[in-house]
């Protein structure tokens, strides 16, 4: 059992000189720019503010601070551990091989899955853009094959799915829907990170120039739209005017959509052999991007829920340019810029996940977790090539039969599980020797802080949602029951938290990052927690059968 949890030790010159560093702080900013505002603000937050109405702007609060706090535990591995692999290569450092593993595997999950997501909101802005233009493609080669077929079967009023369905010529018996788009951006990025980090740095950065600026234009223009009534819409459930017209639950029920936004930032890490003194330019470049993309997710909100009701983002994919339609503020020179930098701002996205994936496999493959071909870098473009063209494939072919909406949730519980981890692992690494330059994440004694924090802030809670609290163990509430369920054991798990710290004088940083991650999973719902274990019980197999036997830092140990 043992050899399960064996851990590798890193040093700073264990690293590859495979790779070309090329990387400096405002690259990495740019990076995490690219990375964190893209799909998320461009797609996935019509959704969010759906469910949650303008409440949610409280959620990208909560992500934020959570993932401000995982962001320096990530900043404290990679000041210790400046090679490529993200929270994989921590993970082996701090728990062990067995949950590297699972972690390698989450992040195969976070990245590959994500970015099917991102091609399909990129698909989306595409085809839109060109219907603005006048150009127009047939309707089934631009939606998969699974919307199409669940827009017919549970009587969808996406008519574009339905004409897609309807339209949609035959090969045999079967239908042919593709989404065209998708496919063929996939194909462009993988062909971009394949000739080289140097490359695609230069075309990122432009990018995220353009993007930033028009992202600036929409909040200047949209608060001359704003009707501050829309901020306090009438809930639907008690008929009176309410910041969160759906409850908190439905608040945490945006949580998959809210957090997709985020988990862009801990692909930064899986730069660090590409990065020019890594042990510094890591943690700023992470810290800094990651407060700069709340305050503008914040500010975005604000905007949305302001100009339309929250109600009208129901199945709107596209949700900056659509408070700018016809039917809601009519500005429509403002309509066609945000559609064409939305197809921008989500390529660049596509861009560092795409770049983040194969340098996982590569990272696991050096360990001799994955076939020794993962680890092959190009003779002359210096990238992970046979990795990146594998993560192309991974990428490409679900798109031909899967859908935004379950892709949206797999993604997001993957992350925040490799998130817990990353925290949990901080408070196990030892002290380390203070070197000048490098970052340090300050110690803070959670003896007494974390217990105080976490009862104090569970007694206002309870006094703020009393309702809540006095029906937390009424689990067969259809509406209700799974959050209450979550949040009961999430409390349980803290007052563990409570103990251990005030026993073992742990860190506080790292364990207000691990409570709030832990938060944000009492938003996933059973159907999220089945996928997710059926995911990793495919991963079990596969370590056990190939990773397991392989490994060298089981060979080292056996001939040592």
């Not at 210790?80 to 595997?105: D, K, M, Q």
């Not at 740095?201 to 009534?229: C, D, M, P, Q, R």
């Not at 999973?521 to 019980?537: C, D, Q, R, V």
Request: aromatic content about 16%; hydrophobic content about 50%.
């Amino acid at each position: 059992m043992s050899q399960l949890f064996r851990r590798k030790i890193y040093s700073d010159t264990d690293t590859s000189t495979g790779l070309l560093r090329v990387l400096g702080v405002w690259d990495i900013v740019f990076f995490g720019i690219a990375a964190i505002i893209g799909a998320g603000s461009f797609s996935s937050l019509g959704e969010a503010v759906f469910r949650g109405g303008p409440g949610v702007i409280l959620l990208y609060l909560i992500c934020g601070f959570a993932c401000g706090f995982t962001a320096l535990c990530y900043a404290e591995f990679a000041s210790r551990i400046p090679t490529a692999g993200s929270a994989y290569t921590y993970a082996y450092a701090s728990f062990g091989e067995l949950i590297a593993w699972v972690i390698g595997w989450a992040l195969i999950m976070e990245y590959s899955f994500g970015n099917i997501y991102v091609a399909f909101s990129w698909s989306d802005y595409f085809t839109s853009f060109l219907g603005r233009l006048g150009m127009h493609i047939p309707d089934y080669l631009t939606c998969s094959y699974t919307e199409a077929r669940k827009a017919i079967k549970y009587g969808s009023e996406n008519q574009e799915l339905l004409n897609a369905w309807k339209t949609a010529p035959l090969i045999g018996s079967l239908k042919f829907i593709v989404d065209i788009p998708a496919l063929v951006i996939n194909g462009l990025i993988t062909w971009l990170c394949y000739v080289g980090v140097k490359e695609s740095k230069n075309f990122n950065n432009s990018l995220v120039i353009l993007k930033l600026g028009v992202i600036i234009l929409v909040i200047l223009v949209g608060f001359a739209y704003i009707n501050t009534e829309n901020w306090t819409p009438v809930s639907p459930t008690t008929g009176t005017p309410s910041f969160m017209p759906n409850g908190f639950a439905g608040v945490m029920s945006a949580v998959s959509g809210v957090f997709f936004a985020y988990i862009g930032f801990d692909a930064l890490s899986v730069l660090s052999e590409e990065t020019k003194d890594p042990q510094k330019t890591l943690p700023k470049g992470m810290i800094i991007s990651l407060v700069l993309c709340t305050v503008i997710y914040i500010a975005l909100t604000l905007v949305l829920t302001g100009m339309v009701d929250y109600k009208k983002f129901d199945g709107v994919g596209d949700p900056l340019s659509f408070i700018f339609e016809k039917t809601n503020a009519n500005v429509a020179w403002m309509e066609l810029v945000v559609s064409f930098v939305a197809i921008v701002a989500i390529t660049t996205v596509l861009l560092v996940f795409q770049m983040g994936q194969p340098r996982i496999w590569y990272a696991m493959s050096r360990d001799g977790l994955m076939p020794a071909r993962f680890q092959k870098v190009h003779p002359k473009y210096k990238t992970p090539s046979y990795a990146t063209i594998i993560t192309g494939i991974v990428v490409g072919i679900p798109i031909l039969f899967t859908d935004k909406t379950f892709i949206l949730d797999f993604t997001s519980i993957g992350t925040i599980f490799a998130f817990v981890l990353v925290c949990a692992g901080v408070l196990m690494l030892p002290a380390k020797e203070k070197i000048k330059g490098r970052f340090h994440l300050p110690y803070v004694n959670g003896k007494i802080i974390f217990p105080v924090v976490f009862i104090g802030s569970l007694l206002v809670f309870y006094k703020w949602q009393p309702e809540f609290f006095d029906n937390l163990m009424n689990w067969s509430d259809p509406k209700e029951g799974e959050f209450r369920a979550s949040i009961f054991f999430f409390i349980i798990i803290n007052l563990i938290l409570c103990v251990v710290a005030f026993v073992k004088n742990l860190s506080l940083i790292p364990l207000v990052g691990l409570s709030s991650c832990l938060y944000l999973l009492t938003g996933m719902s059973h159907e999220n927690w089945f996928w997710f274990g059926m995911w990793f019980l495919i991963g079990m197999v596969i370590y056990f059968c190939y990773g397991y036997k392989n490994s060298k830092l089981g060979k080292e140990l056996k001939n040592s």
